[in-house]
């Protein structure tokens, strides 16, 4: 169970093993949506999100990486932890500073609260780089916290305990033999109206078509009684 630890918190970065730790990172609170493809069904340790830090190639500089599945969805998103002036929250550092505190590379979080975590952040804020969300990483809990310079909320949890897949073992080693660019929200929506076709006997399935980089994605999808086409014009690149 999360536990909420109230006022004032800090966070803290957690590289690889062979580089030393140094204080808070920053996640984008986009990263709020992975935990809607953990896997519900399938047991605890499935249902997480995985989050792993190191340092990066500049000085100063913080990489992370967040993965989850489904079990026939993987995801993994990459990218430089936010930099600005984020204050140190206290408490935060307080727990950094205990001895019972180890530092971690990665932890796994149970999905609904990282979902909790990621509604910390408050909506309208002062700067920019506030909108993110601060993380503190150890080998038996993980703290969040946010803050609008004037509130601080913030949240304890211990970490899923056993293995979690590495997604990038799924994904193809090999370049595409065809890809298009589309847009996201339009293709979003072509699969939801293309998904009420589908045979619910065939686990809803739906065929996508590529032909060219300048030719339409065809989605189409059929039942017993009738078949859908849709096609979606891509971007030109």
């Not at 601060?134 to 809990?141: D, I």
Request: with cysteine; aromatic share 4%.
């Amino acid at each position: 169970m999360p536990v909420k630890v109230n006022p004032s918190v800090e966070t803290t970065p957690i590289p690889p093993a062979d580089q030393p730790r140094s204080k808070q990172f920053l996640v984008h609170p986009n990263l709020a949506c992975l935990a809607s493809l953990a896997d519900k069904d399938r047991g605890r340790n499935m249902h997480v999100v995985r989050l792993q830090v190191k340092l990066g190639e500049r000085p100063g500089e913080q990489e992370y990486a967040a993965s989850s599945t489904n079990g026939r969805c993987a995801v993994l998103v990459e990218g430089e932890c936010p930099m600005g002036e984020y204050p140190d929250i206290p408490s935060l550092t307080a727990v950094r500073d205990t001895p019972w505190h180890t530092p971690a590379a990665e932890a796994l979080i149970l999905a609904s609260t990282w979902t909790e975590a990621f509604g910390l952040p408050i909506s309208k804020v002062p700067r920019p780089v506030l909108a993110n969300l601060a993380v503190l990483l150890g080998e038996q809990e993980t703290h969040f916290a946010s803050t609008d310079l004037e509130r601080v909320r913030s949240l304890s949890t211990r970490n899923v305990e056993g293995r979690f897949i590495d997604v990038q073992i799924v994904f193809p080693k090999i370049e595409p033999e065809a890809s298009v660019r589309v847009d996201a929200k339009h293709l979003i929506a072509l699969l939801k109206v293309a998904c009420e076709f589908a045979d619910p006997e065939s686990l809803n399935v739906v065929t996508l078509e590529l032909r060219g980089i300048e030719d339409p994605l065809v989605i189409r999808s059929s039942n017993r009684e009738q078949k859908f086409t849709g096609v979606l014009k891509p971007i030109s690149r």
